[in-house]
């Protein structure tokens, strides 16, 4: 790591934190932007489209070199993913595994950066604040659980139809057989469905938040020793951290596609 | 730490990358992935025919071989049998053309001595009568001696 905190908040180490956890932002209240993780999460959805886009126009079957390679093996291992994880067939399920994959590791990948440089850059040039990691503001993994929970509900009504997905709501996960018992149990199914159906985006989004939240806060603490000793716990958490941006980059992917298998399943019978 | 209209942004940026990513890698990668692993397949189950074909091909091959060779086998004993009765025909047509040759000619040669002998007899007769008739003269009656004079010819 740098010694560039001094330069850039010299304060002393609250101040420092908290202006590394301080997103450029305009608005105020809900309507704040924070235009540094737009700009970071859009950025990479550029490059990876640009790469996509280069790689898919220009594919050689025989003779497949660099990032063709690099791409057909985390295709196929997404792919193998799907099939093993979503039953039936829907076209929107591989690319999405994949963007999600790609962009969630990249985004994560941007905790490796050495947490002052880019801020560094940005404070030359007069930018004051500047949080790198998209992924570890709440608001995009929350986008992308949002996302996908959207596509839950559209996966389960195309599936259970919307009677099927009401009934869904209704009687389930407390089934009975006696009419009155059932309408009693009703409060109570829908209760626990929405608590079910709600926990699955919220829970991927905060995991992933709150691990590479907690990933980028380490760094953090780690820049704040000196500068001599630095290497030695900022080179172990960097490596333990590829670990953790591909796992939380593949979790987040196979909790995506888990979940939309299970709601394109047709409802079972009452059981 | 709240959520924000960033959220909303990000959605959107989601949206549209996953959509660019389906149609412009996802779809034309695993479309040439599994026209490569067809290829692939439908290259090996060829290379499997083929070899399979030429070890049929093979084994027609040293059959013809054996084939051939018996052929050749059997053409040159018949070619020799033939040629050995050949010989044998041509042995006996010259014995026997021989054998006649020499039959012709014993026969021209006796028919030869019959002649000259018939001829020397005649000659002999003649001269000893006319030599008889010099000495003898009248004396001799050639009636009456006839039968002497057969039987001298007889003789001769």
Redesign the interface.
């Known amino acids: 790591m740098n010694e560039a905190h001094e330069t850039v908040a010299g304060h002393g180490p609250v101040e420092y934190i908290q202006h590394h956890l301080h997103n450029l ?1 305009i ?1 105020e209240g ?5 235009i540094d ?2 700009f970071f ?2 950025g990479i ?1 550029i490059l ?2 640009f790469v ?2 280069k ?3 220009n ?1 050689n ?2 003779n497949p070199t660099g990032m063709q390679n690099l ?2 093996i985390i ?2 291992f997404v ?1 193998q993913q799907v099939k093993d994880a979503f039953n039936g067939y829907n ?2 399920i ?3 595994a ?2 999600i994959f ?2 969630v590791f990249l985004m994560n990948a941007m905790d490796l950066l050495p947490v002052d440089l880019l801020p560094w850059v940005a404070t030359e040039m007069g930018i004051p604040y500047l949080k790198v990691v ?1 992924t570890a ?4 993994p ?3 659980a ?2 996908v929970f959207m596509l839950i509900v559209i996966f389960n009504i195309k599936a259970k139809g919307g009677i099927g997905f009401v009934n869904m709501f209704l009687f389930h996960p407390f089934p009975a057989d006696n009419p009155v018992v059932k309408i009693i149990l009703i409060p109570f199914n829908i209760m626990m469905t929405t608590i079910e159906e709600l926990s699955k985006p919220i829970s991927m989004g905060l995991r992933l938040f709150g691990n590479m939240f907690a990933g980028e806060l380490i760094f953090i603490l780690i820049a704040l020793l000196p500068w001599w000793v630095q290497f030695i716990p900022g080179g172990l958490w960097a490596i333990f951290h590829i670990l953790i941006i591909t796992l939380q980059a593949f979790i987040f992917m196979l909790l995506t596609v888990v979940y939309l298998g299970m709601a394109n399943q047709a409802l079972e019978a009452d059981h | 730490m709240s959520i924000t209209v960033t959220l909303f942004g990000q959605m959107i940026t989601f949206g549209i990358l996953v959509l660019f990513i389906w149609k412009y890698l996802w779809g034309p990668m695993t479309t040439m992935m599994e026209d490569r692993t067809k290829r692939i397949a439908d290259g090996l189950a060829a290379s499997e025919r083929g070899k399979q074909d030429l070890e049929i091909a093979q084994q027609r091959a040293a059959q013809r071989l054996r084939e051939a060779k018996q052929d050749a086998a059997d053409i040159v004993n018949a070619a020799n049998k033939r040629a050995s009765e050949i010989i044998e025909e041509s042995k006996e047509q010259g014995r026997q053309e021989g054998k006649r040759q020499l039959d012709a000619a014993v026969a021209e040669i006796e028919q030869e001595i019959n002649r000259a002998k018939g001829d020397l007899r005649r000659h002999f007769i003649n001269l000893t009568l006319d030599t008889a008739k010099k000495v003898l003269g009248r004396e001799i009656d050639a009636s009456a001696h006839n039968d002497i004079m057969n039987e001298m010819i007889k003789k001769l």
Request: proline share 9%; net charge negative.
């Open positions: 932002s608005g809900f309507w704040t932007f924070h993780t737009f999460a859009f959805a990876i489209g996509a886009k790689i898919g126009d594919l079957p025989d791409l057909e295709l196929e792919g076209p929107l591989g690319p999405l994949l963007t790609v962009w998209p503001n709440l608001d995009t929350l986008s992308l949002a996302s």
